[in-house]
């Protein structure tokens, strides 16, 4: 009888993980020019991806003026024919913290900016994503330019939504978009401690429990970036994009001092970056089991699985970090 | 929305931008960097035209970003030309050809020149300028082809037109680059001859055959003056070769303009940048003279390594000047890693933290180099020198420093009080405890730094910092002498009245006659005075409800106490709003003393059993006005107290006091046992419900100090007090049962339960 109830049990589970469709693998292109290389074309091939999330531009201030402006738009050379392309446009929140801001205009030249850019290069799209991380002191802007936006545009619209605004939502206010993309990045505060600012499990459950109320339906984008963290005399003086651990322990001057950390013993420049002697070097990286680990404790915390999840960003210098398939046996964890 | 498009910087730069942007997106607005925690005026010794380069938090010092692409050359153009036209062309006119919207006069002026025909601009001209001066038509003739580059220099986008930001105009037509060649070729005027030499580069730069600029320039360098025109020339190159990348090459003119034409300073430091180690080696390996690799080091040393490129200058040439202003930087720098914060330390303790925080090398090397004497400002030297022997704890060291920088250095006022203010940070630091005899050696400069420098401000002078160290330093010098209110007097602290035995020591020392000179140099610092006491006490002996005693400090709180009240404070309204109560029309407006004087008229009458409902009711009202919730906030705000909107502005023994409604409470319910009628109850009844609320959120959130997120987030949202209880049971008939029904919707939620 207890077997029965068992197999059982097995069959309901079996049978409850097979009507939960799989999420597509989508992912941001966020380089201010669209060129795919061999490597990144053939990411998109393997995983089956009909989706790209193009950064087309930031809404930043005009540093004198202080008016919004769309800083470094995107330039194509490569064609985005056969992919379904959403623009992604980041606005600083910055820009949404002036009381006086005009928010329909802005919304008006954001739209009238991604048809040009549309227009330029044939691109039909159905959907576009806001990209802002908006505070309570931004909120009320921030959401009336999302209401002005949709009507303005007449397309589908999807935000990124940061933990904290998912777990204080009451507070914080859900934008009026059709679709959520949850940040499970960016957790912790970028610091020279021992921890990972991009992701840290510890900061992660205390809001995991919060996805099951968030009302809005929502996809969820991962990390696969890396970045180290240049320290000097126990401050942090810049964040380095691309930094190949490889290379470094092959360079004579970085010498390895703990798990992802180097010392600097000849001051030397690298990648247009001088790092002196004394600095330090703490990288932050995204390992296979970490994106694992992030899949499985999303798949109990959500009651639906997101249709899409997009990894943050299609690199060539990012991918290389993975073993081919990986994306889709992150998949399978939902 | 037009915006200035450089696309000089554009081009330079394209690769740094990426880079920049990458970094700054990942940033995402941090603010991390440096702070100014500095004794050490950059603007003492050094030449302006290094001041952008002191060390800033922003990108340039004083200017924070760069803003003069399109205005830097304009008064010496002005100048230039004035003296090859030998006036003809007085000041106002010439400023409006080479600075003003005057193309179309110009270009129609040039046709003119070209068909001998007169047009509107000739008849407006020839009243002002002999047009067929021979020097007036090369000038015009020259500015046109010059305004003609122009247009592609200095162009200017629609920044939310998508095809003007991805495509800024370039120069194609060749040709005409070579027509400007000829010019430059059949032109004898060496002034004429140098300009249409410049021009030539400037619009090769701006063409899309940039390399022509460098086999131009490679041809002429030789034959020309190595004037202004000339490095900004290199500059377009040092451009140019950047987009080629040949960063060795690029940064190594970058250098040369660096180092020769001061105008152009932030403009090759920004644009100099080694991407590789071997780039920075092969710029060096680049440098023919002693001059050219100091010139690599000093602009070097501006983004990365001061003490190496101080080294490594010196090593070449003691007299260099880009040492002058490296030294600052490396000065700033070190003074920003220490930590002036004091904490709980010790002055011992921290002095040592100081001491360790500088690195022993810069000592090294700086006194080493001040004890050469063989820089060209020798005293700059002395009193860095001085001033990081004060920080490693030399002291003896550092006076002799700066006796020696003072034999010889120029007596301008800023140096003057430099060296005043780190010989005075010297003298305190030689104190570890405080006596009689060197208090001496620091009263004057006290007395200087907190009264008389915030007076009279000396432009660029950093003192700041050294009154807030100070002060930090002598409260903990006292501390560690257990001299509590001399400590309090230089690091207020806020919790400090909240200690009887430590108010009362105060108040004998501001009150006392024979004060020291330090103590009466404390006393005018320090921000409470006796006033700011009195009237603390007086708000708290009103909520330990001695109203007598409150009366007694009020009246010595030299006017505090003639405040008035917003809103009528005996008011007791079923809704506790009290901008509601400020805007209602009053007849008398209550100061604090009439308000305490009433109350002790009150009380006096219920203890003669006089109108014993409506005395206790006002008093009830009266207490419950002045805590957190009533509509008398104003009353326990001071200096002192504190304020703020929420009680978690308050330090908890303060918070405890305004946010506890039990004496409010004890009247209303003395004022319900004299009640006469059931409305008078429900009134007493309600006013006691608010009490309970009050209390309810006291307990549950205000002591806990937790915050307004935690507590919008708690699922409670209803109670039944039992004041509500009370008015349900036995008073739901009366017309202010209704009242409350109509005016409170919690109560209501209650009643239709």
Not at chain 2, 12 to 38: E, P
Not at chain 2, 69 to 93: C, M, Q
Request: include cysteine; charge should be positive.
């Amino acid at each position: 009888m207890k077997k029965i109830i068992l197999f059982g049990v097995i069959l309901t589970l079996f049978i409850s993980c097979q009507q939960q469709e799989k999420p597509a693998i989508s992912f941001y292109y966020w380089k201010t020019i669209f060129r795919l290389s061999p490597k990144e074309k053939n990411c998109l091939i393997t995983n089956q991806v009909k989706r790209l999330y193009i950064r087309y531009f930031d809404v930043d201030l005009i540093e004198q003026t202080q008016m919004p402006y769309p800083r470094t738009p995107i330039r194509f050379e490569t064609s985005t024919a056969n992919f379904e392309i959403i623009p992604v446009v980041y606005i600083k929140n910055k820009v949404m913290l002036d009381k006086k801001l005009n928010v329909l205009d802005l919304a008006q030249k954001t739209n009238s900016f991604i048809q040009q850019i549309n227009s330029k290069k044939n691109i039909a799209i159905q959907e576009i994503q806001i990209d802002c991380d908006w505070t309570l002191a931004s909120k009320d802007n921030y959401l009336h330019f999302i209401e002005a936006f949709k009507k303005v545009s007449k397309k589908k619209l999807s935000a990124t939504i940061r933990l904290h605004q998912i777990k204080y939502f009451k507070k914080t206010k859900i934008p009026n978009v059709d679709r959520g993309v949850l940040m499970y990045y960016n957790m912790g505060k970028i610091a020279t401690d021992s921890l990972n600012s991009i992701y840290d499990r510890n900061i992660a459950t205390r809001y995991l429990s919060s996805l099951k109320n968030y009302p809005l339906p929502f996809d969820i984008a991962l990390p696969i970036y890396s970045w180290g963290i240049q320290i000097r005399d126990g401050k942090i003086i810049g964040l380095r994009n691309k930094i190949d651990a490889h290379n470094l322990k092959n360079n004579s001057s970085f010498v390895l001092t703990k798990n992802n950390w180097f010392t600097i013993t000849r001051s030397n420049f690298q990648d247009g970056i001088f790092y002196k002697e004394n600095d330090q070097l703490k990288l932050e990286t995204i390992a296979a089991n970490d994106l694992f680990e992030m899949a499985n404790d999303l798949k109990e915390n959500t009651t639906q699985n997101p249709k899409e999840i997009i990894f943050y960003d299609l690199d060539e210098f990012n991918l290389k970090n993975y073993e081919e398939g990986l994306f889709k046996k992150v998949i399978d964890c939902f | 929305m037009k915006k200035a498009f450089l696309k000089k910087l554009l081009i330079a730069f394209s690769a740094l931008t990426l880079l920049v942007y990458g970094t700054i997106y990942a940033c995402s607005d941090g603010d991390w960097g440096w702070s100014f925690d500095s004794n050490f005026t950059p603007e003492t010794f050094v030449d302006k035209s290094y001041s952008p380069l002191f060390l800033s938090t922003d990108v340039f010092y004083g200017i924070g970003y760069d803003t003069e692409h399109l205005t830097r050359f304009n008064s010496e153009n002005i100048k230039d030309w004035s003296t090859y036209l030998e006036g003809k062309i007085d000041e106002k006119d010439l400023t409006f050809f080479l600075t003003d919207s005057s193309s179309t006069d110009v270009a129609d002026l040039v046709v003119y020149y070209k068909k001998g025909k007169s047009n509107k601009w000739t008849d407006k001209w020839n009243k002002k300028i002999k047009l067929n001066d021979s020097k007036i038509k090369d000038f015009l003739l020259f500015l046109n082809d010059a305004q003609i580059v122009e247009t592609y220099s200095t162009q200017k986008y629609d920044s939310w037109n998508y095809d003007e930001t991805v495509k800024p105009e370039v120069l194609s037509d060749l040709n005409w680059i070579k027509t400007l060649e000829k010019k430059y070729n059949e032109t004898k005027d060496p002034f004429l001859k140098n300009r249409y030499w410049f021009l030539i580069i400037k619009a090769n730069f701006y063409s899309d055959q940039q390399i022509n600029g460098v086999t131009f320039f490679n041809q002429t360098e030789k034959t020309v003056p190595k004037n202004t025109l000339y490095y900004r020339a290199l500059a377009y190159i040092a451009g140019i070769e950047y987009k080629q990348k040949h960063f060795a090459k690029s940064n190594f003119l970058y250098s040369q303009v660096f180092d020769k034409c001061p105008t152009m300073r932030v403009v090759s430091a920004y644009c100099f940048h080694p991407q590789e180690e071997k780039d920075w080696q092969q710029s060096l390996s680049m440098t023919k003279i002693k001059e050219e690799k100091a010139a690599l080091w000093a602009i070097q040393g501006y983004y990365n390594d001061e003490e190496k490129a101080i080294a490594e200058i010196y090593k070449l040439q003691p007299k260099n000047q880009h040492l002058d202003y490296l030294l600052t930087r490396l000065i700033n720098n070190q003074e920003n890693k220490i930590d002036q914060s004091f904490k709980d330390k010790t002055v011992l303790e921290n002095k040592k933290r100081t001491k360790d925080s500088i690195h022993k090398s810069t000592i090294n090397l700086v006194t080493k180099i001040a004890e050469s004497d063989k820089t060209a400002k020798p005293y700059l030297w002395n009193v860095a020198a001085g001033y990081l022997e004060t920080l490693n704890g030399n002291f003896k060291q550092a006076d002799k420093d700066f006796d020696k920088a003072e034999n010889i250095m120029p007596k301008t006022t800023l140096a003057i009080n430099q060296v005043r203010l780190l010989r005075f940070v010297n003298n305190l630091s030689k104190i570890d405890q405080l006596n009689p005899e060197n208090e001496k050696t620091i009263l004057a400069d006290l007395s200087w730094l907190y009264s008389e420098l915030p007076k009279n401000a000396i432009e660029n002078f950093r003192y700041e910092n050294a009154t807030a160290w100070s002060k930090n330093y002598l409260a903990a010098l006292y501390r560690s002498q257990k001299n509590t209110v001399m400590a309090e007097i230089f690091n207020h602290e806020s919790g400090f009245y909240d200690n009887e035995k430590q108010l009362l020591a105060m108040k004998a020392f501001l009150s006392k006659a024979n004060k020291t000179e330090i103590e009466k140099i404390g006393a005018t610092i320090y921000e409470i005075k006796l006033a700011d006491i009195n009237y603390f006490q007086g708000v708290k002996a009103t909520f330990q409800n001695k109203i007598p005693e409150a009366i007694a400090f009020m009246k010595q709180a030299d006017g505090l106490e003639k405040t008035v009240f917003y809103g009528n404070p005996f008011l007791g309204n079923i809704k506790d709003c009290h901008d509601c109560d400020h805007q209602a029309p009053q007849k008398k407006k209550y100061t604090m003393l009439d308000f305490l004087t009433i109350i002790q008229k009150m009380q006096d009458n219920t203890a003669k059993q006089v109108d014993l409902y409506n005395n206790n009711l006002l008093l009830g009202n009266a207490f419950y006005n002045i805590t957190h919730f009533g509509n008398g906030r104003l009353f326990y705000e001071g200096n002192i107290a504190g304020e703020g909107s929420t009680p978690d502005f308050f330090r908890d023994p303060i918070r405890d006091m305004i946010t506890n409604c039990s004496l409010a409470k004890t009247y209303y319910e003395k004022a319900f046992m004299a009640t006469k009628n059931n409305e008078q109850k429900a009134k007493c009844q309600y006013m006691i419900a608010k009490c309970e609320r009050n209390d309810f959120y006291n307990k549950k959130y205000y002591s806990l100090n937790l915050s307004t997120w935690d507590i919008q987030d708690d699922q409670i949202n209803f109670i039944a007090w039992q004041g509500f209880k009370n008015l349900k049971a036995n008073y739901s008939k009366t017309k202010y049962y209704q009242e409350i029904i109509n005016e409170c919707g919690y109560f209501k939620t209650y009643a239709r339960k």
